[in-house]
């Protein structure tokens, strides 16, 4: 997976909204741990919004 967080929440968002999928499922198809992965959003000024099923900038 890659290290740049934007690249990072660009590919996750596009299997959101292009799969429409769940965040739990798109994470573990990359073999992300959820807890993990929205820390590393919230160290770099994003988080989930369930919502609209899309990770958005704070």
Do not use: A
């Amino acid at each position: 997976m890659t290290k740049d967080i934007h690249m990072l929440v660009s590919m996750i968002n596009m299997k959101l909204r292009d799969d429409d999928m769940k965040l739990v499922h798109v994470l573990s198809i990359y073999d992300l741990k959820e807890d993990e992965f929205l820390k590393r959003l919230d160290e770099n000024d994003y988080f989930y919004d369930g919502m609209t099923n899309q990770i958005k900038t704070k």
